[in-house]
């Protein structure tokens, strides 16, 4: 099984209306229906910034909201799996990246 990085980009983040305990329990479902497949649950993400070639500091532009890392077949089969993440719900979208153990 490979691994994949999933990055949670973008999406609403909810106002004084947002039920977080429906959005938690949306999260918690997901990755319990995945079972061993979760490698890491990963974190959300907060304020960033990034350092440019000439070593300059930079604001970030990406608007990466959190990651996990899942194991998965194929990309085929984490693209598959990436489609029921509750972050889909909140219009935001998964990019999938396979890792590759070098260390």
Do not use: R
Request: proline share 4%.
């Amino acid at each position: 099984m490979a691994k994949y990085l999933f990055v949670y980009v973008g999406g609403d983040q909810g106002s004084e209306d947002t039920d977080y305990s429906a959005v938690t329990n949306a999260w918690i479902t997901w990755f319990g229906g995945l079972g061993d497949a979760v490698l890491d649950p990963g974190n959300p993400a907060g304020a960033s910034s990034a350092v440019a070639s000439d070593g300059s500091i930079i604001g970030a532009t990406s608007g990466v909201g959190g990651y996990s890392v899942i194991s998965a077949p194929s990309l085929t089969a984490a693209l598959e799996i990436a489609k029921g993440c509750p972050h889909l719900d909140a219009n935001g979208t998964v990019e999938v990246y396979e890792t590759f153990d070098v260390m």
